[in-house]
């Protein structure tokens, strides 16, 4: 079977490029189609506190036969439980309905600028790290500025920063920003939700022309350019054709092609908070 291949972590444990995220899927079906994912190659899967989903994930694991060693998890430390003490305590809940002795990465969910809680609650995620008890850590949603804030107060560097990331909004100038600093940039949303991206006539053309769905001919950009990408499907064919989309090799032409969508300049990429103003409960 074909499986996904990995990229390396400043921290010198290695990530699946290509993995499966699971916001927005109930507990109970996120059993069902983890299990499906797993069935599909995927090893690697994305979930967060905030899912109200972990407990479902966990089921999924234990009834997959498949062992830690085989598997890549993350889950990410949601803003109301940011600061040092809260952190700790939050991570050992996660681990309890995920089931799990040792978590692959650990992500701060969200900056929340105005809450500044940020350096603490890495401290937090160094601390764990050191215990033995996450592999990896790393931010979701942090601005260039805010991850140098943690570098420049704890010396730790994160290992990955997930973003907002999709050929409409392609985070050049953060991508090169993570790069400089030898962190891997992670892109959520990476289909754009499946809306309006997935329709447009340069994707279908790509598509068209090698023999591919538009979904893949976005996964298969994302994985040229370096990123670890995570689509979302709750429907088995469609997690399939996600995974499938690993044996799609895009030409320097169709890469031009779509970076060439981006939307950054116009301010119309985005679909979600900008994580540089944005704080929630
Ligand atoms: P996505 O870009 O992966 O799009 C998912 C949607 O695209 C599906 O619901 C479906 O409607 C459509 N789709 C999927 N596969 C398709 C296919 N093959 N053909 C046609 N349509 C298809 O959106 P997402 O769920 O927002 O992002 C993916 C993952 O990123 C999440 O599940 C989550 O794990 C992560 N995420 C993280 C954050 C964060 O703040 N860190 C925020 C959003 C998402």
Redo the contacts with the bound molecule.
């Keep these: 079977m074909t499986s996904s291949p990995t990229l390396t972590f400043n921290d010198g444990n290695t990530i699946p490029q290509l993995g499966y ?5 109930e507990d109970d079906v996120a059993e069902k189609v983890v299990f499906q994912a797993f069935q599909a190659g995927f090893r690697h899967i ?3 506190k905030i ?1 109200g989903n972990e407990s479902g994930v966990g089921r999924a694991i234990a009834s997959s036969g498949l062992s830690p060693e085989e598997l890549f998890i993350t889950t ?1 430390l949601w803003n109301s439980d940011q600061g040092f003490e809260s952190t700790l305590t939050a991570f050992e809940e996660s681990m309890e309905r995920l089931g799990l002795e040792t978590l692959d990465l650990y ?1 701060i ?2 900056l929340q600028p105005k809450q500044d809680k940020y350096v603490d609650t890495w401290k937090a995620l160094v601390e764990l790290q050191k215990r033995g008890r996450v592999k990896s850590i790393g931010v ?2 942090f601005t260039a500025e805010g991850v140098q804030r943690l570098i420049d107060e704890t010396g730790v560097v994160p290992a990955i920063n ?3 990331l ?1 050929p409409f909004f392609n985070q050049a100038e953060l991508r090169e920003f993570n790069k400089s600093k030898g962190i891997l940039t992670q892109a ?7 809306g309006e991206l ?1 329709g447009d006539g340069t994707i279908t053309a790509i598509a068209d022309k090698h023999g591919a ?4 001919v976005v996964i298969a950009w994302h994985l040229a350019i370096g990123n670890v990408v ?6 088995e064919s ?1 997690i399939r ?2 995974f499938e989309a690993l044996n799609i090799t895009l030409d320097a032409t169709d890469l031009e092609a779509v970076n060439g969508l981006d939307r950054t300049a116009a301010g119309t990429g985005r679909i ?1 908070p900008d994580p540089a103003v944005s704080d929630f409960a």
């Design positions: 995220g699971v916001w927005q899927v994305d979930t967060a899912y990410k992500l969910h969200w979701s949603n997930q973003v907002e999709h959520w949303s990476p289909l754009g939700q499946g997935l769905t538009p979904a893949q995570i689509p979302k499907s709750v429907t469609r054709e996600n979600g």
